[in-house]
């Protein structure tokens, strides 16, 4: 069975810091990992995904992700934060043949202050 | 491109009540997955349609059924509706092809989202 674990539900940083939010994975087949960004009283918008090609992931608005299989971990990194970075951010798995079936983690809320 | 369009977006119904949700895929888009979203459960895969047959289904009670039509457009049905039923309901869209190797890696795009409130 695949599950996600985000650590810590919320995060909170300064305007220009690094943002580093954290998910690990669990996956009996290689993963399919993807992060999602919420903003309030909206859907998912995709950040990046990765599907075993290059490990370091590049997606939009500077964020990007770097898997690690021997830490089984998929974390998401943006070196300077900004103001409307701030959100709810889901760490998302699936596999090959599992469709279109994604299994989210809980969450992180990032709070960005000036 | 419009994007993945969900109507309505907000409900109120009261227990035992059914609803319909419809969703309408990206243009050219084939696979219709939804989801329900509440603050304990987080984000929960209901189900998939491709081709207007469903093709994955999540750990739902029989209450929740949905159905894809023939232009991809798709609806899902939840009857005696209960307290715990109030959720964001997400519904997606993805190219989704056919059944091959990478199919898992197809790229959902995500509607606004329909907010259930069951009174």
């Known amino acids: 069975a695949q599950s996600v674990t985000q650590l810590g539900s919320h995060v909170s940083v300064s305007e220009g810091a690094l943002v580093l939010l954290r998910c690990n994975y669990s996956s009996s087949v290689p993963p399919y990992l993807f992060w999602y960004v919420q903003y309030p009283n909206q859907g998912l918008q995709l950040l990046l995904k990765?599907?075993?090609?290059?490990?370091l992931v590049k997606g939009i608005n500077g964020f990007e992700a770097e898997f690690k299989k021997s830490e089984t971990s998929f974390h998401l990194t943006k070196p300077s934060a900004h103001m409307s970075d701030a959100a709810e951010y889901f760490c998302?798995?699936?596999?090959?043949?599992?469709?279109?079936?994604?299994?989210f983690g809980a969450g992180t809320r990032l709070a960005v202050h000036p | 491109k419009a994007g993945v369009t969900q109507t309505p977006r907000y409900l109120i119904k009261t227990r035992g009540q059914q609803v319909t949700l419809s969703c309408s895929p990206i243009?050219?888009?084939?696979?219709v997955s939804w989801y329900q979203q509440t603050p304990g459960q987080g984000l929960q895969f209901l189900f998939e349609?491709?081709?207007?047959?469903?093709?994955n289904k999540g750990n739902f009670p029989g209450r929740f059924s949905g159905r894809q039509f023939s232009n991809s457009r798709s609806e899902m049905n939840v009857s005696t509706l209960e307290l715990g039923d109030s959720a964001l309901y997400l519904c997606?869209?993805?190219?989704?092809?056919?059944?091959?190797?990478?199919?898992?890696?197809?790229?959902?795009?995500f509607g606004p989202g329909t907010r259930l409130t069951v009174l």
């Open positions: 349609y491709f081709s207007e047959t469903q093709r």
């Open positions: 990765y599907t075993s090609a290059a490990t």
């Open positions: 997606a869209s993805s190219l989704a092809a056919t059944r091959v190797r990478g199919v898992g890696t197809d790229t959902q795009y």
């Open positions: 243009s050219g888009h084939r696979s």
């Open positions: 998302a798995v699936s596999r090959s043949g599992g469709y279109n079936k994604l299994i």
